[in-house]
Every structure is written in C-alpha cells, then in structure tokens.
C-alpha cells in the first residue's frame, strides 16, 4: 500500500514537476543554441570555400553586356489577378489545406474520446452517463485539435481568430446547456474545469511552439525531458537506501564536496548520463526526417501531442497507476488516426504537377521575413517546394531538424556548397514530393562568399517561379542587384515575380531595374518579348501570402517559358 502511495505521488508530484522545468528549460536552450546557430552560419557565410583554389569553384561568368542594348523598355507593374492558369493548382493547394485540417481535426477527436471515456469512469456512480457532462469534457480535451488545425491551416491572424471563436462558441453552447439543465451548477466551475484540463499545457506549449524556435523546439524538449528525468533518477537512486546514500555521500567527500555539493553532483551526473541516451533519441528523429518518414510539421506536432497527453492524464493517478495509460493510449489513437488520415487522403502522394520556387529576398528583413515566410509557406508548401540560399533572416526559422543536428555534432561545415562539382552532386539530391503529411520541402543551400553566386544562378534556371522579397531594397543590397541581373540575363520574366513595401525605394527599384536591362546579355530569354514586364506584389495586409501563391503559380510552366 504504501509503495503505490509513493507511486502515486511520483506520478502526481514528480512527473508533472519534471515536464514543468523540461518545458521551462526549453525556451532558453533553444534560444541560446540557435543564437550560436546562426552565428556560425554567418561567420561560415562570410569566409571563401575550403576549395577556393581549385578551378571549379571560380566559375567563368558569361559576360551580361550585349552587343546591342534592347529595343524594348522594361517595365515594372502590379500584378493582375485572376489568371484562369493558376486554378488548378490553387485548387489543389486548397484541397490538401483542407484534408490535412480534416485529418487533425478528426485525429484530436479520437484523442479527446479516449481521454473523456476514462475520465467519465470516474464519474459514472454519479449519475452515471450525462451527456452534457460528456460533452463539455470532451470539448475541453478537443482543445489541441484545434491549436492543431490552426498550426496546419491558418496562415492569417484573421483565420486563427475564427478558429478560436468558433471554438469558443461551441463550448460556451455546451455550457449554457448544461446551466440550464443544472442552475444550481457554478458556472466558474465549468471554467476551472477547462483550465485544469488545459491551461498547464497550453501555456508550456509557449516554450517551443514560438515561431523563431518552432522549427527545433520539439528536438530540444525531447532532449531536455530525458535530461531532467535522469537527473531526478540519480537522486531517487543514491536515496533507495542507506547504503547507496552511504555510497554517495563518501564518493562525494573523496571528491571534497559537502552534502549540498553531493546533491548536486548526483543531479548532474544522472543528466550526463541521460543526455546521452537523449542524444541517440535526437539521433533516431533526424534519421526518420531524412528518411521522409516525417517532418518537421509532423514531428512538432507529436511533441504537442504528447505533452498535452501527459499533463493531462497525471490527475488520473489518483483513480490507480493503471488510469495513467490514458494518456499514452490517447497519444496513440491519434498517431494511428493521422497516418491513416494522411493515407486515405492520398497526402503522400502528388496530386499534379509540383512546381518548383525559387525564394530570393533582402536578409536584412528579420522578423518581416519570418512573418511572411510561415504564411506564405503554409500554402505553396503543399503543392511544391522552396529552394532558398540560407540567410541571417531566416537562419533559425526555415532550419531543419537534420541541418540542426549537424550543426549540434560539430558538422554544420559539410553542409555548405563548396565548389560547382558539390553544387551538381547537391542539387539532384536535394528533397523533392510530399512527406507524408503532404508537405513539400524547405531546400536550404549554405554557401560561402564564394560559391553563392553559381549556386543562385543554378536554382534560378532550374525554378519553375521566382520570388523576390525587395522590401527595404536600397542601394547597399549590391547581392540583390547581382540576383537580378541574373534573372534578366537566364529567367523569362514571366516566371518571376517581386514583393514590394512601404519601404522600398520605388524610384530607385525602377532605375536599378532600367539600368540592369540595358545591359542584360544577348542571349537572354527575355530580349526578343516586344513588351517585357516584371510582375509586382504589394505587401499589403494579411492576404499577402495568399496574392503572392496565385501570382507565382500563373507563371507558365518551365518549358513552355524557355
């Protein structure tokens, strides 16, 4: 009796506590390590490549200067909507938006029903079944599904809020129900009720679900929560008995501590000893992600999932240590409810063509970029993929798990493109199709000072479109006037559009422009258009994103542009 009483306070006391500092101890990690991160991406960025000295990685240009400057003026215009060409795929894309939110939906749903199932068996000699009950505790489980859905489908702060609202309206229905059914029920009962279902995990999700550490969040939790629970387990250990707190305390003494320093020792002990178990754990997540048995989506999602699954089934301790199964088995219905979701839905499969982008943008953005990066990938990433050159802007928020990974083992250096013969081994390999989430991929190139002009030039002609951020264009971005010389000289102007702000410089954007063209080289595919002209986007509220998808996919196919 009284081993299960202890047991029971473990995994009511200490389980819940250990979640807590993981949790707490997440955020600054992932901010510290992403800050080293980035500094090491920057300061690789800035040197010239290992292979400097040999011929490949000092490529011959072809000269830009034509012999006869074009006929035709160049002209920069807002882009007009409705193409009838880019419906397919806006159609595709909203399809798979929608059976991915179904998917989540449905899989929050079974994982609501397992926990409400037990919970009502604690309450069945009250009463026994009251539907209303049911239906409230049920709602307030279901509240994952929808943080859920919001993280796979909204993409505007707009769309979050009609999720949350009509979220809201539900349980709120629920409530006045079962107020009018029982008036003599509390009605701040039924809000302590949700809070103490939700509320403690809902809040811990703020310590890696943060947009700037979203991306290596789950990896790091999952590394913490194995650290603290070996720590707490080396002190439950050295305490079993007399005579392992005997072993202790005297191995402590033969190293000079005191008792307070022995406890210490002990706890830091017992995290060594579990980081390294926690590292192979982190090891077996990046080799799935490059296996393409998940993604980061998916792998950010079971961490939520997970944790709520945990916190709230420790109050189920007290019905019995069996009860604690729920959690895990809630966890489990919906794993198996996604993946079957993902397979019926045909997610892991495309569904038509997948056009490839090209992402070209001002790094000095920050957040801006982040902002519209998430958004913005939310919709193109599910019908193709994104090749990017990595930049300070989205250094630590366009990151994959595996790149985090090498990074974290000291082998953040073989990731960068060290010469054209690497660039041609790297560029077939990179991630093409759907996960199994049916998510595209985010296809980051690390370059060197060096070797970031031949790797745009070859992801600019391999592109289906092109995407260039020239919000805060000014006259010290010389890269951006370099990419779009390139553009001019080997992308039909069809296929590539630019984002403009508040603060781009229109007047200079357009001289750079005209000045760039006049110069563009002779065998450029855009010489002999007798009207050339360079669609413009507007940053403009939250539809951005979305005015951004529909004029990129109205660009012809890459065949049909060459």
Known sequence: MQENSEAVLVATGALPALIL??????????????????????????????AAGSAASHPQETPSTPATPPTAMLRLEPRESGAASARPALARMRRSLRA??????????AYALVLTTAWMQFTWEDGGFVPT??????????????????????????????????????????????LARNPALPALELARLWASINLPPTVLLLAFLHRRIRAVGPLVLAFMLVAVIGAEAAVRLAGQSEATMRLAVGAGGALGLDGTQT??????????????????????LGRRHVARRSSDQILTLEAMWLLFAVVQSVGFAFEGLAWLAAGPLAFLAWKLTTVAGFRLAG?????????????????????????????????WLRIGHIDMIAGPDLATTAVEPHEFLDFVGGRLSRAFVRDEADLARRHPARALGPDPDGRHRVNEFFCHDDTWRPTMLCLARAADAVLM???????????????????????ALERVVVLVGRDTDRGFLERTLAALWQSSRAGS??????????????????????????ALLEAPPRAAAA
């Not at 991915?100 to 749903?109: D, F, T």
């Not at 595919?525 to 529909?550: F, I, K, Q, S």
């Open 133 to 178: 009950r049911f239906l409230l505790v049920f709602a307030c489980h279901a509240w994952p599904a929808v943080l859920a859905v919001g993280l796979v489908t909204a993409g505007t702060r707009r769309q979050r809020l009609t999720l949350g609202l009509a979220y809201l309206l539900i349980v709120l229905a629920l409530a006045a129900w079962a």
């Open 469 to 491: 951020d020239l919000r805060g264009f000014s006259p010290q971005n010389e890269g951006c006037r370099y990419e779009l010389q390139q553009l001019l000289d080997h992308v």
């Open 263 to 284: 406890f210490w020792a002990l706890l830091l002990a017992g995290a060594a000893v579990a980081a390294l178990l926690g590292r192979l754990v982190l090891k077996w």
């Open 347 to 379: 997610l892991e499969r495309a569904q038509g063509p997948a056009p490839g982008l090209l992402l070209l943008r001002v790094f000095a953005l920050g957040a801006r970029s982040e902002r519209l990066f998430d958004a913005f990938g939310k919709r």
């Open 21 to 50: 500092i993981a949790a707490a101890l997440t955020l600054p990690v992932c901010l510290a390590l992403l800050a080293l991160y980035r500094r090491a991406v920057l300061r690789s960025m800035a040197l010239a490549s290992p």
């Open 100 to 109: 991915a939110g179904l998917v989540h939906l449905l899989a929050g749903l």
């Open 525 to 550: 595919p855009n010489r002999d258009n007798p009207h050339p002209l360079l669609r413009m986007v507007e940053e403009r509220g939250d539809d951005t994103a979305a005015r951004l998808v529909e």
